[in-house]
């Protein structure tokens, strides 16, 4: 029994249904967020503008060679052989993972869909390409953070460890001193700044106890620091911040470690200090952040020790954990101010770990 068709459904016609379709497909195309190409002999022979965004290679310089050009050189064999084995109508793993070399130098991770078609008569594959950089980066991340979290739990029970074994001793001595109330006074001085010394390495721990346990994210840096800056009793030191625009892929607990260079510079600053400044200068390759004051400075000798685990006049654990937390997405942190002239704190941010958006 032949079907009636439904009202209202027109008959599509050969002449107009192909202009249609091909309007849809170009608009699809030209605006989806994957990069799609056809690849043959190793060559793309058809791709979309997103391959040439991702790459940041032009349409004719895709065209020119090998697609094996673009991709590391550590994945180029896997790309060569994942081909060939297509176009001889063999199984793949689909989909899988590469590295992209960009025209500026940066590697994207990229993940790979890709189907056997013929193309004007001979066999190639149709890819489909979708940049997974920011969950590799995250990835990377949670798994560093892991080890580092683990590395500072051991390091944090020793150090409390070492001080109850003192707090242990001082009390002994304590025993002995109860018919000396100076000698007594004295060692339960001690026992107060070895309580206090406890009791800031649980504190300062625990502000760092989810590094890594969230992905990194970009934030504003600007705005991070003026938090950083408003959980400060900072007195009439004035703090000015000149990063406007600039945002960095960072672990969310990136704030701490700004909060950490407010700290020491008001710490050690001396009584001279007025000023706190950030401000930032970009070169080829990266970025820089500068924490400079006007302070009393470091010596060139605390210099060698800054980043070291236990050394200063408070827990020793601040700017440790903080070089930890900024390594977390590639950042090193530096102290190259002149003793007498002021602390001066730089941030070296790899490219692809900054970018500047424009705020309203």
């Known amino acids: 029994m032949r079907q009636k068709k439904p009202a209202g459904v027109k008959k599509q016609t050969h002449e107009t249904a192909p202009g249609r379709d091909a309007e849809i497909y170009h608009l699809v195309l030209e605006n989806v967020n994957e990069a799609i190409a056809i690849v043959q002999d190793l060559k793309f022979v058809f791709f979309n503008p997103r391959l040439s965004q991702i790459s940041g290679y032009s349409a004719e310089e895709l065209t020119t060679g090998l697609i094996t050009g673009f991709v590391h050189p550590e994945d180029r064999k896997k790309v060569r052989t994942n081909h060939q084995l297509q176009i001889k109508g063999m199984k793949i793993p689909v989909p899988y993972i590469i ?45 560093e953070a892991n080890k580092k979290l683990k590395l500072i739990s051991s390091i944090t029970r020793h150090d409390i460890k070492n001080q109850v074994m003192a707090l242990m001793a001082y009390l002994e001595l304590c025993k002995d001193s109860l018919d000396n109330p100076k000698e007594l006074a004295e060692y339960i001085g001690k026992q107060k700044e070895i309580v ?18 969230n992905p990194p994210l970009w934030q504003n840096t600007s705005k991070v620091i003026r938090d950083a800056v408003a959980d400060h009793p900072r007195n009439d030191i004035h703090v000015i911040v000149n990063c406007d625009d600039l945002e960095l892929f960072a672990d969310p607990l990136l704030k701490k470690v700004f909060y ?44 060698k020790h800054l980043f070291t685990r236990g050394f200063g006049k408070n827990t020793g654990l601040g700017l440790y ?33 900054y970018r500047f958006i424009k705020t309203l």
């Open 99 to 143: 590295r992209l070399s960009t025209k500026s130098g940066d590697i994207r991770w990229i993940d790979i869909k890709s189907a056997t078609i013929s193309w004007n008569g001979v066999p190639a594959t149709l890819n489909f390409y979708t940049d997974i950089t920011e969950r590799k980066q995250a990835e990377t991340v949670l798994h």
């Open 260 to 303: 950490n260079l407010i700290d020491n510079a008001l710490r050690y600053g001396g009584d001279r200090m007025v000023t706190i400044r950030f401000l930032f200068h970009e070169s080829e390759n990266t970025c820089t952040i500068v924490c400079e004051d006007d302070g009393a400075g470091i010596s060139d000798e605390d210099k």
């Open 196 to 213: 206090d010394i406890i009791n800031s390495q649980i504190t300062i721990t625990s502000d760092f106890e989810d590094m890594g346990l």
């Open 321 to 353: 954990l903080s070089r930890e937390l900024l390594s977390l997405t590639g950042m090193m942190v530096t102290e190259n101010g002149a003793p007498g002239k002021g602390a001066r704190f730089e941030i070296t941010v790899p490219k692809g770990v």
